[in-house]
Structures are given as structure tokens and as C-alpha cells.
């Protein structure tokens, strides 16, 4: 099923300036859809997007390779590391 064509259950409201109205008017006739539905679908897309910058990291090819050989082959524990572990296990009574 489309999902822009699914049921609506929940409303949403915003005010906005006459100019933008027309302009969301004119985009949505020029897609055949309502006001109601473009701005459902932008509101959706850019709600996509939005999501997708700050929860997918993207690396070039070299980047890709450097992170793969390091959760594969991870460096010994500097200095600072063994002694926050230290430190951890001390606070939690672990041995």
C-alpha cells in the first residue's frame, strides 16, 4: 500500500505565511496531490533525512578499511586505558 494513501490518525496543525501557503499550493498541483498530502510526504522525507545525518556515520573507502583493521586488530591498552580499568574495578568490588 502507498504510504502516503495509509489512514491518518493523528493531526498536526502549523501556521504559516500566505506566500508559503501558495507555494505549497502550487507545488502540490503541480504533483496532482493536496496540500494535505505534499506536506505530509515533505514533512516525512525531510524527517528522513534529518535521521539520517545524525544516525548514519558514512566513511570513504579508506576511512571503511582503517575501521574495519581496527575492530579487527584493536591496539594494546595505553596507559590511561589500564588505568580506568583499574579504577572500574576498584568501584565495582571486581577482581
Same mark, same amino acid.
Given at each position: 500500500?502507498?504510504m502516503? $494513501?495509509? #489512514?491518518?490518525t493523528?493531526?498536526l496543525?502549523?501556521? /504559516?505565511? &500566505?506566500?508559503?501557503?501558495? /507555494?505549497?499550493? !502550487?507545488? =502540490?498541483?503541480? +504533483? @496532482?496531490?493536496?496540500?494535505s498530502?505534499?506536506?505530509? =510526504?515533505?514533512? +516525512?522525507?525531510?524527517? #528522513?533525512?534529518?535521521?539520517?545525518?545524525?544516525? /548514519? /556515520?558514512?566513511?570513504?573507502?579508506e576511512? +571503511?578499511?582503517?575501521?574495519?583493521?581496527?575492530?579487527?586488530? &584493536?591496539?594494546?591498552? @595505553?596507559?590511561?586505558?589500564? $588505568?580506568?580499568? $583499574?579504577?572500574? !574495578? +576498584?568501584?565495582? @568490588?571486581? $577482581?
Amino acid at each position: 500500500m502507498d504510504m502516503h $494513501k495509509q #489512514n491518518r490518525t493523528a493531526r498536526l496543525e502549523a501556521r /504559516i505565511a &500566505p506566500e508559503t501557503l501558495a /507555494i505549497v499550493r !502550487r507545488a =502540490a498541483a503541480s +504533483q @496532482g496531490r493536496s496540500v494535505s498530502d505534499f506536506v505530509v =510526504a515533505a514533512a +516525512q522525507d525531510a524527517a #528522513n533525512r534529518a535521521i539520517e545525518e545524525t544516525e /548514519i /556515520i558514512r566513511l570513504p573507502v579508506e576511512g +571503511q578499511r582503517r575501521l574495519a583493521a581496527l575492530l579487527l586488530h &584493536p591496539p594494546a591498552p @595505553g596507559p590511561a586505558l589500564k $588505568k580506568a580499568f $583499574k579504577r572500574r !574495578r +576498584q568501584l565495582l @568490588g571486581v $577482581k
